[in-house]
């Protein structure tokens, strides 16, 4: 069973254009997060999916910010019009949504906006 | 709100020793889930124990054991015999369970340093 997938692992870029990044979640989890971290900060959530569905976004998650997740299986987040702010760490994580469910993360994506 | 503090920014210990990771939480939920995360220089976060708040039972695998004592919000974190593979950042976790039942979105604390040298 392989874990959670992160694509890209690092991404540089210009401030001003728009990243997508892409998670695949642990098969048959139904739970799909995104966390942002920052350097020398623990972990915040941005928003989370139960299949399709988008159950709760945070107030980080900006108007720039979108996530999908059209199947229920894997997700993108992209970021529009990016700012030196939004350089970070991007994980992803998953889990069951029933019983005692562990979340487990990936490897993270790096984002560097120049 | 929820709020998870780990007041320890960086521990260094030599090999061998014992070290406790303080980890003290406040929520107002009767229901939760508090976790740890081990996060070591690659960056990936790798899931070291779930505890939910109607077990508190301590718990032990191996060289690694937790305290968890509601009475005082704290869920302590003790590697016995450290060794240098476990230096990474660790974090502390908590998650409510409102309107799902279950674990959902974490609430990390700002993780504890751990440099274990020879």
């Known amino acids: 069973d392989t874990g959670v997938s992160q694509d890209p692992r690092h991404k540089i870029t210009k401030r001003g254009q728009n990243v997508t990044f892409r998670c695949d979640p642990i098969s048959e989890h139904n739970r799909l997060y995104w966390y942002r971290q920052t350097l020398g900060q623990g972990p915040e959530f941005l928003t989370y999916?139960?299949?399709?569905?988008?159950?709760?976004k945070s107030r980080l998650l900006s108007d720039r910010f979108s996530a999908e997740r059209p199947k229920g299986s894997f997700s993108t987040l992209e970021i529009q019009r990016t700012e030196q702010g939004d350089s970070a760490m991007y994980l992803c994580?998953?889990?069951?949504?029933?019983?005692?469910?562990?979340?487990?993360f990936g490897e993270g994506s790096w984002l560097t906006v120049v | 709100a929820q709020k998870v503090t780990q007041a320890q920014t960086e521990i260094s210990v030599v090999e061998k020793e014992d070290v406790t990771l303080d980890c003290v939480y406040e929520t107002r939920d009767t229901t939760y889930y508090l976790f740890w995360y081990k996060q070591p220089p690659s960056g990936e976060l790798v899931f070291l124990i779930r505890r939910n708040s109607f077990d508190e039972q301590n718990e032990i695998s191996g060289r690694y054991s937790w305290n968890f004592q509601k009475s005082t919000s704290s869920f302590n974190f003790t590697i016995t015999a450290s060794q240098v593979v476990d230096s990474a950042v660790y974090f502390c976790a908590l998650s409510d369970t409102v309107n799902t039942g279950t674990a959902s979105k974490l609430t990390f604390g700002t993780g504890t340093r751990l440099q274990v040298t020879l």
């Open positions: 999916f139960q299949n399709e569905a988008q159950l709760e």
């Open positions: 994580a998953s889990s069951f949504s029933t019983g005692g469910n562990t979340i487990y």
